[in-house]
């Protein structure tokens, strides 16, 4: 049978008879392809065309560099043929970079003859064989970084020391393994450790993809965890003409509230319940068999939950002997706790947490959780909402501007992606001062700084609690405001900027109204007082846009804004 194999594969290497597929990789943050990751399949009626199989002969007969490079290389040619945006990742064996790639170039030659820069191609370092010398592997990773190449590192969490390969190369992306993300909305384990994961990458400068994503609740607690990269089923399965763009936003939380939006459904641990009418007798059996179960809630035949029984406080009542003889009898109604808390799956951590402290229902250690019908899902401890407030609240100021402490640009891009995705009219604002760079040279840092933050509160203001104000950085601002008055808020900040932008000046430098000083160009100009760009962009309610496209748009409207003397308002009047 091997020797079959063998020759199969000879033909199949001599005859280049490889189909290069691709699957996107999407990035949930701008609602778009960041790049697509190169597979390989045999013929179609060849006992080798499962990767699996074919990578397995070639391993066995000593031709696995020999596969590699010609995959490698068929894939770089169609990436180019299709145009396809974004990055191509490429899955290489370690063994090739040790080899004859490392000493000879090949990859790069590849991309010169299709003319693909080294700078969109992902170095995908895939595991079927233990790295012994880290030592060698290090210098052949380095080599195709000063050549233009980025690196990834699959599978992280399966295989050979994956974690290991993490510490020793580096890599600028690790694509966690799909055991790790299968049901992560179910399971409250595998949250704390993809978080884990995110926590690490961000100490490392690593960016993380999560494989294997098949349903909208997987997709929607790792974006919730901001955990933007994802490829799996659920968007597209590879093919050889993949999509270009997501045919529709990528499902997100209901709303953006506090920095991530965060959800109630991933604290949820399903555990079985017990059904109002089940002997008491039962229930204590299922606690002596399960010593770390800590709860169980009871529901009605609607799947509802009625009320919790608590195993301390449960297996109290049968300390004394004549107990199991006056309770055997009863059902679990008579016993649980109707006193307890209830969260809808969808319901934000923050505001979670609000319910939780406010409540005055008993014992706080355990709440059930629901769906929007209030069927039962599993209960959460307060001890894990803990934690993820905690992790929250760290991300959220990691990723807040140092200077305004606001939002920034990876929650700016959350933010919008949720009001597209719930199909709901809205405004998006940019907002830039003019002539901000020459006053910073005369005045100096510490007084430009004083006018970003003056103008941060007052954008903040002016947005009221509805709104959303976001620090893109330096004195660039982004809005996110309701439509119905958002043209005249838009035009009370003019008008206030315009009473409170002098008070930054010398008394000179007012009745002047400006300063002498240089363009960008080095030339000696009269530079007028700050002013204040806007750039409006209405979002109709079912746009069918990504963030990105929000972002494009307003790039485009800033320009024509910035065109206008004085403090500006441009509106984008296209339907």
Not at 333 to 341: C, I, N, Y
């Amino acid at each position: 049978m091997i020797d079959h194999e063998a020759l199969e594969l000879d033909r199949i290497l001599r005859e280049e008879a490889i189909t290069p597929l691709f699957q996107p990789i999407v990035d949930a943050g701008c609602q778009g392809i960041f790049g697509y990751e190169a597979l390989a399949r045999g013929p179609s009626d060849s006992a080798l065309h499962s990767p699996l199989t074919l990578f397995d002969t070639a391993r066995h007969t000593g031709r696995l560099v020999e596969l590699d490079l010609l995959c490698r290389r068929l894939a770089i040619e169609a990436f180019a043929a299709l145009d396809l945006p974004g990055r191509l990742f490429l899955n290489v064996m370690p063994t090739s970079l040790l080899e004859d790639d490392f000493r000879e170039g090949l990859t790069r030659a590849f991309l010169d003859g299709v003319g693909l820069s080294p700078e969109r191609v992902v170095i995908e370092l895939t595991e079927h064989l233990p790295i012994h010398d880290y030592a060698l592997m290090r210098q052949a990773v380095d080599h195709y970084r000063r050549m233009g190449f980025q690196v990834a590192l699959d599978d992280l969490g399966a295989g050979y020391s994956s974690l290991r390969h993490w510490a020793e190369l580096r890599p600028d992306f690790v694509k966690v393994d799909r055991h790790f993300v299968q049901d992560i909305d179910r399971d409250p384990g595998k949250c704390q450790f993809l978080n884990s994961l995110l926590e690490v990458s961000r100490s490392l400068g690593c960016r993380v993809i999560a494989e294997g994503i098949e349903t909208a609740g997987e997709q929607r607690c790792l974006w919730g965890m901001n955990c933007a990269l994802m490829q799996g089923y659920y968007f597209a399965r590879p093919a050889r003409d993949p999509l270009r763009r997501l045919a529709g936003p990528a499902p997100t939380p209901r709303a953006v509230t506090g920095s991530f939006g965060t959800r109630a459904a991933m604290l949820c641990r399903h555990l079985p319940p017990v059904a109002r009418g089940t002997p008491v007798p039962e229930v204590v059996a299922r606690f002596r068999h399960e010593p770390n179960l800590r709860c169980l809630a009871v529901l009605d035949d609607d799947q509802r939950p009625v009320g919790v029984v608590r195993q301390h406080e449960f297996l109290s009542l049968f300390a004394n002997p004549f107990s199991h003889s006056l309770h055997a009898r009863r059902p679990i109604d008579a016993l649980m706790d109707r006193r307890m808390l209830v969260a809808e799956e969808t319901m934000p951590l923050e505001a979670l947490s609000r319910h939780i402290t406010g409540s005055t229902q008993g014992r706080q250690d355990d709440f059930v959780i629901v769906d929007a019908e209030g069927r039962y899902r599993g209960l959460g401890q307060v001890l894990d909402l803990l934690r993820e407030i905690t992790a929250l609240q760290v991300r959220s100021a990691r990723q807040a501007n140092p200077l305004t402490g606001l939002p920034g640009n990876e929650v700016i891009n959350d933010t919008l992606a949720a009001r597209l995705a719930a199909g709901e009219p809205f405004v998006a604002v940019y907002a830039d001062l003019d002539s901000f760079k020459a006053y910073n040279d005369v005045y100096g840092y510490a007084c430009g700084d004083q006018v970003i933050l003056a103008l941060g509160r007052m954008l903040q203001e002016s947005a009221g609690e509805d709104g959303f104000v976001g620090h893109v950085g330096g004195d660039d601002f982004m809005l996110v405001l309701a439509p119905g008055d958002a043209r005249e808020r838009c035009e009370a900040i003019l008008e206030r900027f315009a009473c409170f932008i002098p008070a930054f000046y010398s008394e000179a430098h007012r009745r002047a109204g400006g300063f002498d000083g240089r363009d960008r160009h080095d030339r000696a100009c009269f530079v007028p007082l700050m002013t204040l760009s806007l750039a409006y962009c209405p979002i109709a309610g079912g746009a069918g846009l990504a963030a990105m496209d929000v972002a494009n748009r307003l790039a485009e409207l800033k320009r024509q804004a910035k065109r206008q003397a004085g403090n500006s308002l441009f509106i984008d009047r296209r339907r």
